[in-house]
């Protein structure tokens, strides 16, 4: 019988031991995230570098800086992406923003196109209607076509406020994420428009404003002027789970500065 018991109880210490194992090596939990399309590459690797090191299953939504500042508003998802800072009237509904990284918006057009540089002013200019060929600032005797976001889109916001162009631009077109804006003006000789600096691809070309080129160092010193900020956004009165906090001191660590600044963006921390 003493027999018995001991090997009984030898049975159950080892299966505590193996609980004990498993539990020590695997994490449970999740945290979601919605918004900015032009966040994607840079969340992206946050993402996939945190879900690696901890197990917590990541999860992002590229709906738009609008909506992802609504879902976290309605607590649809954990944390919100904003590729624009918060407004006052975001801010009084109980919303606070960190600030994650700078992103330069590039000025992009066709790679056929011979213009290579713009000022601020000129860009203006287009935008509002005042300049409409390719001639006029030294390019082809050609129509520009002026491609955009859609109402919303926190890389709109940034592009008309460095432009001082709220309300006033003249669009052909008002496109829905930063790839399309990217497809759209690689398809198309005569065509405008503007992307995340880390969004940007080969098939298209990034033109310097007022002759600074669109890099981290010059993002970073302020001397590329078109730039805003990448934010994540949260509930001032509401904690945020377990997974979601671990999530959110990962990604604001200066450990993942180098994350960050792989992605194309300036690092805030």
């Known amino acids: 019988m003493k027999k018995i ?12 031991m193996m609980t004990g194992c498993s539990n020590n090596n695997t994490t449970t939990g999740s945290v979601s995230t919605d918004g900015s399309t032009s966040m994607e590459k840079v969340i992206g690797a946050l993402g996939e570098s945190f879900q690696n090191d ?31 800072a918060l407004k006052d009237a975001e801010k009084e509904a109980g919303l606070t923003a960190t600030v994650l990284a700078f992103d330069g918006i590039a000025i992009i057009v066709n790679p056929e196109n011979p213009v290579n540089d713009m000022s601020v002013e000129t860009i203006a200019k287009i935008y509002n209607g005042e ?29 008309e406020a460095i432009t001082k162009t709220e309300d006033a631009c003249k669009y052909r077109q008002e496109l829905t994420s930063t ?5 759209t003006v690689a398809q198309n000789p005569g065509a405008i428009g503007y992307a995340s600096v880390a969004s940007v691809k080969s098939t298209v070309k990034a033109v310097t404003v007022d002759g600074v080129e669109a890099t ?7 001397s590329y002027v078109v730039q805003r900020p ?38 805030a921390n």
Do not use: H
Not at 136 to 141: F, L
Not at 216 to 222: L, R, V, W
Not at 232 to 252: G, H, P, R
């Open 5 to 16: 018991i001991s090997m009984m109880v030898a049975t159950v210490l080892a299966l505590a």
């Open 54 to 84: 901890t197990g917590i299953t990541f999860t992002y939504n590229p709906t738009g800086s609008g909506s992802g500042i609504k879902a976290v508003q309605e607590g649809r998802c954990d944390i919100g992406l904003s590729s624009r």
């Open 131 to 159: 300049i409409t060929n390719w001639s006029e600032i030294g390019g082809n005797d050609a129509e520009i076509v002026l491609i955009g976001r859609e109402a919303g889109s926190g890389t709109r916001d940034g592009f």
């Open 179 to 183: 790839g399309d804006v990217i497809t």
């Open 216 to 222: 981290e160092a010059n993002i970073k010193d302020g």
């Open 230 to 267: 990448f934010v994540l956004v949260t509930k001032a009165d509401t904690a945020l789970s377990e997974s979601a906090q671990n999530f959110f001191d990962y990604i604001t660590s200066a450990d993942a500065n180098a994350i960050i600044s792989a992605a194309g963006v300036v690092p």
